[in-house]
């Protein structure tokens, strides 16, 4: 019954896919990092996301996913179609059927893919315990710090919360070449906007933010158990995707780190490997527990263990530190290299402000060749900072580019004043450091305003000079007036309107 049920439902999605529109466009693209912003139903979202990331998608499914997964494949196509091993919420199949008739718009040869294969990349750490399969490259690692309060008090945070975390993986070609932030804008009255930050063809969380909180993923490296099937199990990055997207999973009138707690409690069975969760929430919060909390999750007794900063973990004052090993569940105390090293750069717990978060992450928990992605988030600031794997250098050895999240959430996606025709342009590059261009090339009219703004909607005064003719419309400005964050361009002529958003590099 689940079979014809899931059969149904997909093919009542499919039906109409001439006349989707595409809800959504790539805000930058940095070869090593596209962000894509999507809205709309979760169907809408995922035929957007497919169309827009296609060639990334394809790269990620082709070059890495599947080698995985390899002859299991049908396996785990089977596990979801049974669906009493893996419980994934129907709302995600419709987005994983949009993600395909995405992929196919695009023109990609997609061959025998099909929404099943899209979830089961998004189950992969799920199902690979339970059918015993090693990753090939190690798989993920990662670390965070959590620092809050009395940490952070004197500070620039003045009290506020905030989270560094490494994501650590392998310098895998295909992984480093294909990650994404997408930013979803729900139109489901019980959802709220959120991003996801990974790699392509993801539509789960293995690091995600909404603008109340961050969850993020470790490994439990220490655990040597393996999930079992028809346990029931929801894959982990699932769970922490309805932890973001919900507007308040629990329905308490707040979104903080008890709903994170509480999804994962409603999972008495655990979950089919060992995981650790790292969240974050704003500093606002009545108690350091609803504000910090790091989960120990498993596949065996005891299913399901959180630690808090009055857990006597050898980190001092308001700060939580978490690695891929035990230290609560089993009273493990498992402190590794890593562990013993940002112990003693954390010192006394006090005076941790936002660059010393950053630096004693970088400095002491990195991962080497293998960091792929480095970032920290300020909830009470709406900022995310994110440096990524590029250029043959390790993510932690490279500058992070600042986004701010009041920007990237606007749910707003008109493109200019009136009803003007819709104008295609270039502007790049995209992050940009003191030039920034644009290339209009069909314009019809010299006559062409452009309009630089903040994220508050403020005019930014810059000029734009013409560099090119002769059918190119190149123009040319200087940003090193900007400040680093996310500005909008807006181009407008007579019978025509665009918008793109760019990065300004943080010096």
Same mark, same amino acid.
């Given at each position: 019954?689940?079979?014809? =049920?899931?059969?149904l439902?997909?093919?009542?999605?499919?039906?109409?896919l001439?006349?989707q529109?595409?809800?959504?466009?790539?805000v930058?693209?940095?070869g090593n990092?596209?962000?894509?912003k999507?809205?709309?139903t979760h169907?809408?979202?995922?035929?957007?996301?497919?169309?827009?990331?296609?060639?990334?998608?394809?790269?990620?499914?082709?070059?890495?996913?599947? /080698?995985q997964?390899g002859?299991?494949?049908t396996?785990a196509?089977q596990?979801?179609?049974?669906?009493?091993s893996l419980?994934v919420?129907?709302?995600?199949y419709h987005?994983a059927q949009?993600?395909?008739?995405?992929?196919?718009?695009a023109?990609?040869?997609i061959?025998?893919l099909?929404?099943?294969d899209?979830i089961?990349?998004?189950?992969?750490?799920? =199902?690979?315990?339970?059918?015993?399969i090693?990753?090939?490259?190690?798989?993920?690692?990662?670390?965070s710090?959590?620092s809050w309060?009395a940490?952070t008090?004197?500070t620039?945070?003045?009290?506020?919360?905030?989270?560094?975390?490494?994501?650590d993986w392998?310098?895998?070609v295909?992984?480093i070449n294909?990650q994404v932030?997408?930013?979803h804008?729900?139109?489901?009255?019980?959802e709220?906007p959120?991003?996801?930050?990974?790699?392509a063809g993801?539509i789960?969380a293995?690091?995600?933010?909404?603008?109340h909180?961050g969850v993020?993923?470790?490994?439990m490296?220490?655990?040597?158990g393996?999930?079992?099937?028809n346990m029931?199990?929801?894959?982990?990055? =699932?769970?922490l995707?309805?932890?973001?997207?919900?507007?308040?999973?629990?329905?308490d009138?707040?979104?903080?780190t008890k709903d994170?707690?509480?999804?994962?409690?409603?999972?008495?069975?655990?979950?089919?490997?060992g995981?650790?969760i790292?969240?974050?929430?704003?500093?606002?919060n009545?108690?350091s527990?609803l504000?910090?909390q790091?989960?120990e999750i498993a596949a065996? /007794?005891p299913?399901?263990?959180?630690?808090?900063?009055e857990?006597?973990d050898?980190?001092?004052?308001d700060?939580?530190y978490a690695?891929?090993?035990?230290i609560?569940?089993?009273n493990h105390?498992?402190f590794?290299t890593?562990?013993?090293?940002?112990m003693?750069?954390?010192?006394?717990?006090?005076?941790?402000?936002?660059?010393?978060?950053w630096e004693?992450?970088?400095d002491s928990?990195?991962?080497?060749?293998?960091?792929i992605?480095?970032?920290?988030?300020?909830?009470?600031?709406g900022i995310?900072?994110?440096?990524v794997h590029?250029?043959?250098?390790?993510?932690?050895r490279n500058? /992070?580019v600042t986004?701010?999240?009041n920007?990237l959430?606007i749910t707003?996606?008109?493109?200019g004043?009136g009803?003007?025709e819709?104008?295609?342009?270039?502007?790049? /590059?995209?992050?940009?450091d003191?030039?920034?261009?644009?290339?209009?090339?069909n314009?019809k009219?010299?006559?062409?305003?452009?309009r630089i703004?903040?994220?508050?909607?403020k005019?930014?005064d810059?000029?734009f000079n013409?560099i090119?003719?002769?059918?190119?419309?190149v123009?040319?400005?200087?940003?090193d007036?900007l400040?680093?964050?996310?500005y909008?361009c807006?181009?407008?002529s007579?019978?025509?309107?665009?918008?793109k958003n760019?990065?300004?590099?943080?010096?």
């Amino acid at each position: 019954m689940k079979k014809i =049920f899931l059969l149904l439902l997909i093919l009542s999605f499919s039906s109409g896919l001439k006349s989707q529109n595409i809800n959504g466009y790539i805000v930058s693209d940095t070869g090593n990092l596209t962000i894509v912003k999507i809205w709309g139903t979760h169907y809408e979202r995922g035929f957007a996301y497919g169309y827009l990331c296609s060639g990334k998608i394809m790269s990620m499914m082709n070059d890495y996913i599947l /080698p995985q997964f390899g002859s299991s494949l049908t396996m785990a196509r089977q596990v979801l179609q049974q669906g009493t091993s893996l419980l994934v919420d129907s709302v995600y199949y419709h987005e994983a059927q949009g993600l395909i008739d995405g992929l196919d718009a695009a023109g990609q040869i997609i061959g025998n893919l099909n929404y099943l294969d899209v979830i089961a990349a998004n189950c992969m750490l799920d =199902f690979m315990s339970m059918a015993g399969i090693k990753f090939k490259d190690g798989g993920p690692g990662c670390s965070s710090l959590m620092s809050w309060g009395a940490a952070t008090a004197g500070t620039d945070l003045d009290d506020k919360s905030v989270i560094s975390r490494h994501l650590d993986w392998s310098n895998d070609v295909t992984l480093i070449n294909n990650q994404v932030i997408v930013i979803h804008i729900p139109s489901e009255t019980n959802e709220q906007p959120w991003a996801m930050i990974g790699f392509a063809g993801q539509i789960s969380a293995l690091s995600g933010v909404n603008k109340h909180m961050g969850v993020f993923q470790h490994m439990m490296s220490d655990f040597s158990g393996t999930g079992q099937l028809n346990m029931g199990y929801e894959p982990v990055w =699932f769970s922490l995707r309805k932890a973001l997207e919900l507007n308040d999973y629990n329905n308490d009138g707040v979104n903080n780190t008890k709903d994170m707690c509480d999804i994962l409690s409603t999972h008495t069975n655990g979950y089919a490997d060992g995981y650790i969760i790292t969240m974050l929430a704003s500093a606002n919060n009545d108690t350091s527990g609803l504000i910090a909390q790091i989960a120990e999750i498993a596949a065996a /007794p005891p299913y399901i263990i959180f630690r808090g900063n009055e857990f006597p973990d050898s980190i001092n004052t308001d700060n939580l530190y978490a690695a891929n090993y035990e230290i609560k569940r089993n009273n493990h105390y498992h402190f590794c290299t890593r562990y013993t090293k940002t112990m003693h750069a954390v010192d006394n717990g006090t005076n941790i402000s936002s660059q010393r978060n950053w630096e004693i992450l970088r400095d002491s928990s990195n991962s080497g060749a293998g960091n792929i992605q480095f970032m920290q988030f300020i909830p009470d600031e709406g900022i995310l900072n994110i440096a990524v794997h590029k250029n043959g250098k390790a993510a932690y050895r490279n500058n /992070p580019v600042t986004l701010y999240l009041n920007d990237l959430f606007i749910t707003s996606t008109l493109v200019g004043p009136g009803n003007k025709e819709s104008m295609d342009f270039i502007l790049y /590059p995209n992050p940009v450091d003191n030039k920034l261009y644009i290339s209009v090339p069909n314009l019809k009219s010299d006559k062409l305003i452009v309009r630089i703004t903040d994220i508050s909607g403020k005019e930014v005064d810059l000029t734009f000079n013409k560099i090119s003719s002769h059918g190119q419309n190149v123009y040319q400005t200087s940003t090193d007036q900007l400040s680093g964050g996310i500005y909008t361009c807006r181009i407008i002529s007579k019978n025509a309107a665009g918008s793109k958003n760019f990065v300004k590099v943080k010096k």
